[in-house]
């Protein structure tokens, strides 16, 4: 079955810790994003990476880190210097090859108290 | 001025009905069009792409794009109550890695 899978699909943290959101893909997909959405905000990119061990900052970076250290995962570290951590993070991927169409996991639901 | 906007809604629209969902832009330099079904709680699912002017069908679902005036269109024929969920028009500049998302519009299909 090919996909994008995220986990867990909602995540409690206390404030103050860094968590980590996973994303792995079988899709074979070259460039894998995420994105952050907040109610009635749509979609803000946060980091995007087109190949193994290079990303770029997206919009809205500052607070997160990720890795890129294999062509099928793309993780996403909440650190603690974002200050408005809670909202739903999704992570897509797409092939290189195309139109910029882009196909999305299911998302993690993120709340920090 | 948003790079991407939609209505948000909710646009209400009766079961059988058409259902037209309208986005403009402002990047003159978009080439690719995009939109995604969203429904509560779940992540967003590509539901057609349209790169041309004119119009693209699939199923019962058109996408209508008008560079010339920058808007693209969705128009849900024979709408259906499984059809109710948010719309997202997404938007995309050639050789740009980046796609630009509007902030949706609710569709509810009344029974």
């Known amino acids: 079955d090919g996909g994008i899978t995220q986990s867990p699909k909602y995540l409690f943290r206390k404030e103050g810790q860094n968590v980590t959101l996973s994303c792995e893909q079988n899709l074979n997909h070259d460039a894998m994003y995420w994105y952050r959405q907040d109610p009635g905000q749509g979609l803000r990119l946060i980091y995007y990476?087109?190949?193994?061990?290079?990303?770029q900052k997206g919009d809205i970076a500052e607070g997160y880190s990720v890795s890129r250290e294999k062509k099928e995962s793309f993780p996403l570290t909440v650190t603690s210097a974002q200050k408005n951590p809670t909202a739903f993070y999704l992570c897509a991927s797409r092939p290189l090859a195309g139109n910029n169409e882009q196909y999305f996991g299911p998302g993690t639901r993120l709340t920090v108290t | 001025q948003k790079e991407v906007e939609q209505n948000s809604g909710p646009l209400s629209v009766p079961e059988g009905a058409i259902a037209s969902l309208n986005c403009t832009y402002s990047d003159r330099g978009s080439q690719s069009f995009f939109w995604y079904r969203q429904y509560s709680g779940k992540s967003p699912e590509l539901i057609m792409f349209?790169?041309?002017?004119g119009d693209k069908e699939d199923g019962r679902f058109t996408a209508q794009l008008n560079k010339a005036s920058q808007y693209v269109s969705l128009l849900i024929r024979d709408s259906q109550p499984s059809d109710s969920a948010t719309y997202l028009c997404?938007?995309?500049?050639?050789?740009?890695?980046?796609?630009?998302f509007g902030t949706g519009t609710k569709l509810q299909v009344i029974p």
């Open positions: 349209i790169y041309s002017n």
């Open positions: 997404a938007v995309n500049r050639e050789g740009y890695q980046k796609v630009t």
């Open positions: 990476s087109q190949i193994v061990n290079d990303f």
